[in-house]
């Protein structure tokens, strides 16, 4: 088996790393840290002492590094991947970084002959140890070949989301609303503490209905994404509810960013596109609107 390089061996990289070293992959690792190293060192991983021996040993090298600045310095910075490495090589960076630099970072291995593939990870460290993490690959279909071995020992969902910088870009708007949920999930338990409930029965409230984002994935599909604005839930009655809870939080002194946010989307929404009757997944095509996109629809 062709030799694996790894750089990063962060919260992620290190149980990522783990992973393809107990499924026998002959893996070259490298962190700045090295204190990093020896939980690899003990599953049989060379540990090399700079990110140039890596590049030298290895026909795929993986990177799983914090940012774009740290992934530009291990693949085009001095001694780095595309100075060391040989014609042919794979470099599949695993990092969430900013789509222009895997673009650039892409163009730069393309034209020296290498290949390139973008696979973020989704989901969470604990997925990564278990080998259950799910990858958003962005790579020609025979680079995704040449990485599924790869993919299949760190996680259980693999998905192909175009060819490079699809999957970063997939990663992004996956994490974008990662973290407003987070935040309006923030916000309702801030809500539920302020109303004197028990958390515990309002998380069994929440995980029954489309609040823990069934709106995606059950209402969604059936309702806006397929052209059918009827009301289910009409928009009207989305502002009402929204407006009374940010009422709430305002009289119990809780702040509640994103949901009073949420409440001038719906207004805007009401306002100038005449949705107020329609479903209210129907904000989709008023928002889509506003940036001159057409309407989000499912083949
Ligand atoms: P981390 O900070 O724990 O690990 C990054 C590792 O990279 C560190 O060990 C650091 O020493 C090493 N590193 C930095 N610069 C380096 C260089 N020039 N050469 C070699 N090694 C270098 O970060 P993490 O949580 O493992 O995340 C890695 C990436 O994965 C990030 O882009 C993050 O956004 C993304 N991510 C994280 C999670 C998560 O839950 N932690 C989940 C999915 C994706």
């Known amino acids: 088996m062709a030799k694996t390089g790894f750089i990063g061996l962060g919260a992620m990289g290190q149980p990522m790393a783990a992973n393809l070293g107990r499924q026998g992959h002959d893996l ?3 962190d700045i840290f090295q204190h990093r190293t020896p939980p690899l060192r003990d599953l049989g991983a060379t540990v090399a002492g700079s990110v140039a021996e890596v590049a030298e040993q290895a026909g795929v090298v993986v990177t799983m590094v914090p940012d774009s600045p740290e992934v530009e310095a291990v693949v085009l910075g001095p001694g780095g991947i595309l100075d060391s490495g040989t014609a042919g090589q794979l470099v599949m960076d695993m990092s969430t970084i900013a789509p222009e630099t895997t673009d ?3 163009a730069a291995l393309h034209e020296a002959g290498r290949a390139f593939v973008d696979a973020p990870v989704g989901r969470l460290v604990t997925h990564a140890e278990a080998g259950t993490s799910l990858f958003m690959v962005g790579a020609a279909d025979t680079d995704l070949e040449r990485v599924r071995p790869l993919l299949e ?7 192909h989301c175009g060819g490079p910088g699809a999957g970063i870009r997939s990663k992004l708007v996956n994490n974008f609303l990662v973290v407003g949920i987070n935040q309006m999930n923030a916000e309702a338990l801030a809500l539920a503490q302020g109303f ?3 958390l515990a029965t309002i998380l069994k409230v929440i995980g029954g209905t489309t ?3 069934g709106q995606l ?3 969604w599909p059936n309702k806006v994404l397929k052209g059918d604005l009827s009301p289910g839930f009409r928009l009207a009655l989305a502002h009402k509810d ?7 939080a305002r009289k119990m002194g809780i702040p509640v960013f994103a949901g009073a946010v949420a409440r001038e989307g719906c207004a805007m929404g009401m306002a100038t596109d005449g949705y107020a009757d329609n479903d209210f997944s129907g904000i989709a095509d008023a928002v889509a609107g506003l940036a001159n996109l057409p309407p989000p629809r499912l083949a």
Do not use: Q
């Open 28 to 30: 070259f690792v490298y």
């Open 104 to 106: 650039r970072v892409a």
């Open 153 to 159: 020992a760190m996680g259980d969902t693999i998905l």
């Open 196 to 198: 004197g409930l028990d």
């Open 211 to 213: 609040a823990s984002n």
């Open 217 to 219: 994935s059950v209402n």
């Open 242 to 248: 929204v407006s009374l809870a940010v009422e709430s």
